[in-house]
Nanobody
Framework: QVQLVESGGGSVQPGESLRLSCAGS????????IGWFRQAPGKEREGSAC????????YYADSVKGRFTISKDNAKDTVYLQLNSLKPEDPALYYC???????????????????WGQGTQVTVSL
């Protein structure tokens, strides 16, 4: 049974940083990519970043480009999302998800992901 477990969320002030982790297990076949998505109350889920397992190609949403960095440790089946310079518009429940076959032009489209974690909460406040 595939499991994705997020951790690292918390409450920070604007301008501070967090590092989220996504630990995967139970994959019977190789997954193609891990994506990070976020959903704020009353808003749709949106893709933030994605990384392909095989070659490390990354994709970022414009809203986080230059502030968030996605990385991976294949040996640990873990993907990280470094959140820097957090803004008041960044608070959300952050999810990681695994895609078995990623289409690059849809790298940040949630419907293209097959497995999801439960999420970790990020709060930004003064």
């Amino acid at each position: 049974q595939v499991q994705l477990v997020e951790s690292g969320g918390g409450s920070v002030q604007p301008g501070e940083s967090l590092r989220l982790s996504c630990a995967g297990s139970g994959f019977r076949s190789e997954y193609d990519a891990i994506g990070w998505f976020r959903q704020a109350p009353g808003k749709e889920r949106e893709g933030s970043a994605c990384i392909r397992k095989r070659d490390g190609t990354t994709y970022y949403a414009d809203s986080v480009k230059g502030r968030f960095t996605i990385s991976k440790d294949n040996a640990k089946d873990t993907v990280y999302l470094q959140l820097n310079s957090l803004k008041p518009e960044d608070p959300a429940l952050y999810y990681c998800a695994a895609s078995l076959l990623l289409h690059p032009i849809r790298a940040l489209i949630s419907n293209d992901y097959d497995y999801w974690g439960q999420g970790t909460q990020v709060t930004v406040s003064l």
